[in-house]
């Protein structure tokens, strides 16, 4: 464990990160908001603690970086920049104490989209698009992450992908990571840019359409508006952003297949297939549950339950309706696609497809294994077998992420709040979803949480989004013996 | 697959089981009811059909028996029972339609304890007894087949128990279940005697104190009151059913060893170690999360709390008190609770303690292994190297049984019912507890669940008792080819 070299990286990371604030700044020197004290002190902060490290921990160039090394920089650099990332937030006039500032920087950078403020339209221009801007900066974050470092430090399966991620250089980790993350930011932007113009085309504003764009890719699920999409209620923004989440819930490196020429990638690919199938019959079943109990007509019905089972798989969050004021079943659905999530690879968080895939089969082959006790059968994906020790750690995966589901919704419901809203809000941040259940429904929002209950949450926040391996070696005393 | 043997077991199972309702009968006799005819045409009926079976398919005596053939005979032995069980209600003037009448046996065999009836206490002595006694019959069934058959069969990682067992004969099936299962009934039928007499002595009526024996040791929680145990009222009753459903919730060979003068049988096992704590810590947290929001007595608060934990983890279901009038965090732990369940070869339900164990030292395993990728570990309990194909069965359990809690839930909201009842109805069914959440609380019942769901919550029933692999792989038609 090189402490130099981790602590050196990790000022780097402050000191961009600082630099980074400048996009949010700009806004609000465009609208000429008064406000720009919250940022300009924020930046200021962040800057000089950036400089600090760097210059306290000095450390030489170097091309390779352990498993420890990484996984240590990985959980240390996205906790501490949650914490400066809050800083705008509590400078702001929103007078919201430290920890909820912490919860909405948090809730940022980790994709998710659970907010503590009650009113978002009354925010300066600058912390709008600051919001918005920490999710797509998370975002990148994320697929860099789950495609270019995961796979390599074996976190819960992850090691699947190595094959699949374009690798100039096969052994160093370092040049592989900058190069794959070239490629896919590219595509990330790509995005971006298209869902922006195609919102204003559908009558959006400029600000808000690249907020709502900046906050669909990583599948933040921020909105500008206190209703969040269903705002704007139109048929055709929903359309849009419904199938922009979609993109953003398949795996980045089936993207760039694509657009590298090779229109079948989306099929070829088994999880992709899972979870498009997934999202289709979800909706149908939802669209017919809510046709007639709910909406009288079906058009509406299915414009509803598209928009909101995909959102909710692919761990967005935007809202166009009360799903708490849906029939049973398709509450359980939601529910269920808050622990489901999207694929791997993608911005989208939860479980992901594959893992679920991944255990459907093994249950399938103990099965098989009981009727035909001497039969040897591998499990496969997409034709390729998977190998024992991948399985094994996905298993370890989904036992884990249910084991802190079981202990943080105990511990949740130990700061006050009931049965129902301890379920929804720990499924809603672990799976980095946004919003839940009861008190954090999609109509309200996470203000009313006791204080103990909103750290909780935003650990949790924090474990999803960091596959939770990665976040939870480090607690380990044993990780950082010898 | 040698069907006329498995159709012959079962017709032997139905005639000695048509055989078992003088006992109702004789109650009924005794009390002079006028409702004799219910259970003299159920027996009628069950004895013929008995009768036709064995004489249409005979077959010579065998000692040998074949995986396949044992899970076929328990699949098959089960539900067929539940259905002949079901003909005394459905005849009574209890007016009961016949899924309900399905239900209410089914939930007995199974020791669940969910009930459709409204009016219990209105019921004939004759009835009464039989709701008890088909309790009582199920978990002599649980006993041989946790600790006598599965194990044989290598059901979920029950092959665990395999050494513990005491094995006259170690390579035949029959023998082995017939001497075994005589030890462990004397076990099972001296509790009940005990704790018929312990009640008497607290003032209970001999026809109480002996229906209630019948249902606490086989975890099942029938009551002959409409207010269930909470009727009674007394101190001394709570604590001695509190005690034998404890007694109830741990591996019964381990009594078999105390019995057999070995007083330190129970420290000496760690999954009984970690089922005893469990209990003690639930409680304490529950008793303090009690103590001043819902009783102002800390005595009364730690009573209530001592009982209803105890009920739910040992899957027993009976109340002293509505936990859904309970604090979130006081919920949250009785509805994790009925996930855990009881130990291993025990009556009780749910995943059991063993296989929570298991599950957590995997997970514990698998963050060793990436801190330290080049170690070998094992998984051990008890100091003895668990297998890896016991710890793939095990995680295959827990996998299958979140995986079908998550499609019942889905399949019982489709039905109509609510998110918080579709939860806590299906995991109160499928961990064999009795009462859930909702619309089937602690002080309702399952009258109102609609038609298909009562199939559905059946079949949940069985599927928990029968420890999922059995039941399941009767459904897979592989399991039937060849």
Redo the contacts between chains.
């Keep these: 464990m090189r402490w130099r070299y981790i602590l050196n990286t990790v000022g780097v990371l402050i000191l961009f990160f600082g630099g980074t604030m400048v996009v949010p700044l700009s806004f609000d020197l465009y609208a000429m908001d008064r406000s720009l004290m919250p940022l300009i002190k924020a930046m200021g902060i962040t800057l000089v603690c950036g400089i600090i490290l760097i210059a306290l921990f000095r450390h030489e160039k170097t091309d390779t970086m352990s498993?420890?090394e990484g996984m240590a920089i990985v959980s240390i650099g996205w906790t501490v920049i949650g914490l400066f990332g809050a800083l705008p937030f509590y400078f702001s006039d929103a007078s919201v104490i430290f920890v909820d500032a912490i919860f909405e920087s948090v809730s940022g950078f980790t994709t998710t989209g659970s907010s503590i403020l009650t009113n978002i339209e009354g925010l300066s221009p600058g912390l709008l698009v600051w919001r918005s801007f920490i999710q797509w900066l998370g975002g990148m974050g994320i697929i860099v992450l789950s495609i270019a470092i995961l796979p390599f430090l074996?976190?819960g399966g992850m090691q699947l992908y190595k094959a699949e991620v374009p690798s100039p250089v096969p052994d160093k980790l370092k040049p592989r990571i900058r190069d794959t993350a070239m490629i896919l930011w590219k595509v990330y932007a790509l995005f971006t840019v298209a869902e922006t113009l195609l919102l204003m085309i559908g009558g959006m504003s400029f600000f808000d359409a690249l907020n709502h764009a900046l906050t669909t890719m990583p599948t933040g699920g921020f909105s500008t508006k206190n209703a969040s999409v269903a705002h704007f209620d139109s048929v055709y923004i929903d359309v849009v952003i419904t199938v922009f989440m979609l993109l953003a819930g398949i795996n980045f490196s089936l993207h760039y297949q694509l657009l590298k020429g090779r229109p079948l990638a989306f099929w070829k690919d088994s999880e992709c297939r899972f979870y498009l199938a997934m999202c289709l019959i979800l909706t149908l079943v939802v669209t017919a549950?809510l046709y007639r109990t709910v909406y009288a007509d079906p058009g509406q019905a299915l414009r509803y339950a598209a928009f909101q089972v995909v959102s909710i798989v692919t761990t967005t969050g935007y809202a166009t309706a009360d799903y708490e004021l849906w029939?049973?079943?398709s509450?359980?659905?939601i529910?269920?696609c808050m622990?489901v999530g999207a694929s791997a690879g993608s911005t989208g968080g939860g479980m992901k497809c594959l893992r679920i895939m991944l255990?459907?089969k093994?249950?399938y082959k103990?099965?098989?294994t009981?009727?035909?006790?001497r039969s040897v059968s591998h499990i496969k994906i997409g034709g390729k077998t998977v190998t024992e020790d991948v399985v094994?750690?996905v298993?370890?995966f989904?036992?884990?992420y249910?084991?802190l589901f079981?202990l943080s919704?105990?511990l949740l419901?130990?700061t006050?709040?009931?049965?129902?809203?301890?379920?929804g809000a720990v499924a809603a941040t672990i799976g980095n979803i946004g919003p839940g259940?009861g008190m954090v429904g999609p109509v309200d929002n996470f203000a009313q949480i006791p204080y103990w209950g909103k750290w909780l949450l935003s650990w949790c926040m924090l474990l999803g989004r960091l596959e939770i391996?990665t976040l939870?070696?480090v607690v380990?005393p044993?990780?950082w013996r010898k």
Tied chains: 1, 2.
Excluded: K, W
Excluded at 416 to 423: N, P
């Design positions: 498993q420890r074996g976190v549950n029939p049973g079943m509450q359980i659905i529910f269920l622990f255990g459907l093994y249950c103990e099965l098989f009981m009727i035909h006790p094994r750690s298993l370890g989904l036992a884990l249910m084991a079981a919704t105990l419901a130990g006050g709040v009931d049965f129902v809203t301890a379920l259940f391996y939870i070696i380990v044993e990780f």
